[in-house]
């Protein structure tokens, strides 16, 4: 049975640094890294699952290291629950009866909403955000819809001084 080495934290976080920057090849995404009493913890994406278990082999010979755990998601897995939450901002847009969402379209991107097109007025606007804040669970929402200036109508107004 070989000795333990101790090495510090710092140093054990500088060499998973190195070891993914050698070996990673793209498929690590964001990856977070912190090291306190010899165990690692990593956090971020993945590719697919090859790049899971490489990483997790890599990590298993590194020497010094006590223990290692990795919160790693896939990146496809997160795409398709960007577009998922997409579809639902975009129903509940449609099932608002003062929204005309015609040219409005949605994104999410890594789980924030955007929202793009056109809308006839400020009500809109605020209307579509707050619908799409609260479609389900409080959303992060980014609101690119632009006022279409033609499209304003001048109200007459519901009181008027004097004589009728």
């Known amino acids: 049975m070989k000795p333990r080495i101790l090495i510090s934290d710092g140093v054990l976080q500088e060499k998973i640094q190195l070891l993914l920057a050698r070996e990673a090849q793209g498929g690590?995404?964001?990856?977070?890294?912190?090291?306190?009493?010899?165990?690692?913890d990593l956090s971020g994406f993945v590719e697919n699952d090859s790049h899971h278990q490489r990483l997790h082999d890599l990590l298993a010979t590194l020497e010094g290291l006590k223990d290692f755990r990795l919160h790693l998601r896939q990146r496809a897995a997160i795409h398709y629950t960007d577009q998922l939450r997409s579809?639902?901002?975009?129903?509940?847009?449609?099932?608002?009866?003062?929204?005309?969402?015609?040219?409005?379209a949605v994104h999410s991107i890594d789980g924030i909403i955007y929202l793009e097109g056109t809308v006839s007025s400020t009500v809109q606007r605020s209307?579509?955000?707050?619908?799409?804040?609260?479609?389900?669970?409080?959303?992060?929402?980014?609101?690119?819809?632009?006022?279409?200036?033609?499209?304003?109508?001048?109200?007459?107004p519901l009181f008027r001084r004097g004589g009728s």
């Open 28 to 40: 690590l995404i964001g990856v977070r890294i912190s090291v306190q009493d010899g165990v690692a």
């Open 127 to 156: 209307t579509a955000y707050f619908t799409a804040m609260w479609s389900g669970r409080n959303l992060n929402v980014i609101n690119n819809l632009q006022v279409d200036k033609g499209a304003v109508r001048s109200f007459p």
């Open 87 to 104: 579809q639902e901002v975009l129903t509940a847009l449609r099932r608002n009866s003062a929204l005309d969402t015609d040219r409005i």
